[in-house]
């Protein structure tokens, strides 16, 4: 009458790095000390056709917590020059998200959209920002450092040819009054050199 129960091995994947998307063989690969992108990603052969290399998306766990930071970088300037600031430097558990040109990429980085804004405290914005209007996939999209309108567009697939391409306008919400949101409105020009840097939960159309 005895009864024997065989626990499964945990899920928990240490000192590995994880890539999805538009590349051909996709999977779990061993980390070491100093990895960085191109280690995994080195050239345009490892990707599919469809790869965008303007916008793909590094995940990465903060403090071995379930929080979340989210970094974009371009697959193109590595390629080009594997000392360039996109050559990401990998921790362990990092995610890369090689995006598609021909996907909804919303969907796809919908889950870590989710987990951004578990992770938001009470009085704040998640570190989310909305596209809108002309550009191919609009949607919520990861907030990352020093982030800007022409980011956006990038990582919405780019502008429609049916797009206004000389400015854009930012719908900002300031929750700095406890007793309300004010929403106002900036206007972007995007064939300046300057490109407004974004805040949380901003809305560029």
């Known amino acids: 009458g005895d009864h024997l129960i065989i626990d499964a091995i945990t899920n928990y994947k240490k000192d590995i790095v994880s890539v999805s998307g538009a590349i051909r063989h996709a999977g779990d690969f061993a980390w070491r000390e100093g990895m960085k992108v191109s280690d995994i990603i080195s050239d345009r052969d490892k990707l599919r056709p469809d790869a965008?290399?303007?916008a793909s998306l590094l995940v990465r766990e903060l403090d071995g917590s379930a929080d979340i930071e989210v970094v974009i970088f371009e697959l193109g300037n590595i390629f080009f020059d594997?000392?360039?600031k996109d050559n990401l430097e990998l921790h362990s558990r990092d995610k890369i998200i090689v995006l598609s040109d021909y996907q909804d990429r919303a969907d796809?980085?919908?889950?870590?959209?989710?987990?951004?804004?578990?992770q938001t405290s009470v009085g704040k914005l998640p570190r989310v920002v909305r596209s809108g209007g002309t550009v191919r996939y609009p949607g919520e999209y990861p907030l990352s450092k020093g982030m800007t309108v022409r980011d956006i567009i990038k990582l919405s697939g780019g502008l429609l040819e049916s797009s206004y391409s000389q400015s854009a306008e930012i719908s900002r919400t300031d929750l700095s009054n406890p007793d309300r949101a004010i929403t106002s409105i900036i206007v972007s020009e995007l064939s300046s050199s300057f490109s407004s840097r974004l805040q949380p939960y901003d809305y560029v159309e």
Do not use: H, T, V, W
Request: aromatic share 6%.
């Open 82 to 84: 594997s000392a360039s």
């Open 52 to 54: 965008d290399l303007d």
């Open 108 to 118: 796809a980085i919908a889950p870590f959209i989710a987990n951004l804004k578990r």
